[in-house]
């Protein structure tokens, strides 16, 4: 459920009321139960795990919260006690609030990094797609000052790799072809901006092209570049950092907006937004990018089900 202060209950709730759509999959869903019903839910075609975690009193919306915190981490928990036991096939998170999560003295800075060290993954590539563009990023949350100084060959490599192999397994495109983002303005203009470009970004692209199985191309100037990839002219793009893709994705088609995790051994989605407590409790936000998340869960797990038989 995500954070239960956040537009997490609210969300799910409509989503909730919806999921018969979804044939032969069964939903599992990890909460605290009086407050998901604080919202209507007319559909009962789903399993509840109610690990009443959430303090009721003083309980409102829109509050930053340790105790709330506490409990989001705790959902997260027994869903990796799941998944580990195979009793899931696919995670899908509900937004949380990174300051409150801080707050409550927990280690990770975040859904992908709990996941990542729960399954002994060294390297977790943080994909972002709406119906238009598939980005991953080669940093994920950074001080934009420290981009420059992270971006290694090595990190580019690693992420172009994991990538290819998302689009072939989870999607099925047999052969993508996958464009890489310059860091600076105009890819530095031939070093005018900086020299990046040169030293660090072409020569991955070189070395990563023996490796896999796939088109690469770049790096290119980004401004110009997420406006090919919604024309469909490559099937997934490499951003640099952040905002670099977000911008991109949120202003082409945030309704649809999925953020999926490759490099773990299952499919996990989450909306590609936050747990929103301005507007939390009000009625006010949209089920869709939640819906979203659910069906490429379903879709990719599906897909990689049926290239395994």
């Known amino acids: 459920m995500g954070d239960s202060s956040g537009i997490g209950p609210e969300i799910l709730s409509c989503v909730l009321n919806k999921i018969k759509i979804f044939k032969d999959v069964e939903f599992v869903v990890i909460a605290d139960a009086w407050v998901l019903y604080k919202f209507p839910i007319k559909e009962k075609n789903f399993k509840l795990i109610d690990l009443k975690n959430v303090p009721r009193k003083n309980f409102s919306f829109g509050k930053i919260s340790p105790h709330y915190?506490?409990?989001?981490?705790?959902?997260?928990?027994?869903?990796?006690?799941?998944?580990?036991?195979?009793?899931?096939?696919?995670?899908?998170?509900?937004?949380?609030?990174?300051?409150?999560?801080?707050?409550?003295?927990?280690?990770?800075?975040?859904?992908?990094?709990?996941?990542?060290?729960?399954?002994?993954?060294?390297?977790?590539?943080?994909?972002?797609?709406?119906?238009?563009?598939?980005?991953?990023?080669?940093?994920?949350?950074?001080?934009?000052?420290?981009?420059?100084?992270?971006?290694?060959?090595?990190?580019?490599?690693?992420?172009?790799?994991?990538?290819?192999?998302?689009?072939?397994?989870?999607?099925?495109?047999?052969?993508?072809?996958?464009?890489?983002?310059?860091?600076?303005?105009?890819?530095?203009?031939?070093?005018?901006?900086?020299?990046?470009?040169?030293?660090?970004?072409?020569?991955?692209?070189?070395?990563?092209?023996?490796?896999?199985k796939a088109t690469v191309e770049g790096p290119f100037p980004c401004d110009a570049l997420f406006l090919k990839a919604k024309q469909r002219v490559y099937d997934g793009i490499i951003a640099m950092y952040h905002d670099q893709a977000l911008i991109a994705l949120k202003l082409s088609d945030f309704s649809h907006g999925v953020n999926i995790t490759l490099g773990l051994p299952f499919v996990r989605t989450s909306p590609l937004h936050g747990s929103a407590l301005d507007i939390a409790g009000k009625g006010k936000a949209s089920y869709l990018p939640l819906w979203e998340a659910i069906r490429v869960a379903v879709n990719c797990t599906r897909y990689q089900m049926v290239s395994k038989q």
């Open 69 to 212: 915190a506490r409990a989001s981490i705790e959902y997260l928990e027994e869903a990796t006690r799941l998944l580990k036991n195979k009793e899931l096939d696919c995670l899908v998170t509900l937004p949380i609030t990174k300051e409150s999560w801080d707050k409550s003295g927990f280690f990770w800075h975040g859904h992908t990094e709990y996941l990542a060290d729960s399954f002994g993954v060294k390297d977790v590539t943080m994909m972002l797609m709406n119906r238009y563009i598939k980005t991953a990023l080669v940093t994920k949350h950074l001080a934009l000052k420290k981009v420059p100084s992270v971006i290694t060959k090595e990190k580019i490599c690693q992420t172009i790799i994991s990538t290819e192999q998302g689009l072939r397994n989870w999607f099925g495109i047999k052969r993508p072809k996958i464009a890489v983002c310059a860091l600076n303005p105009h890819a530095s203009d031939g070093g005018l901006f900086g020299d990046e470009e040169k030293r660090i970004i072409i020569p991955s692209i070189r070395n990563v092209r023996r490796k896999i």
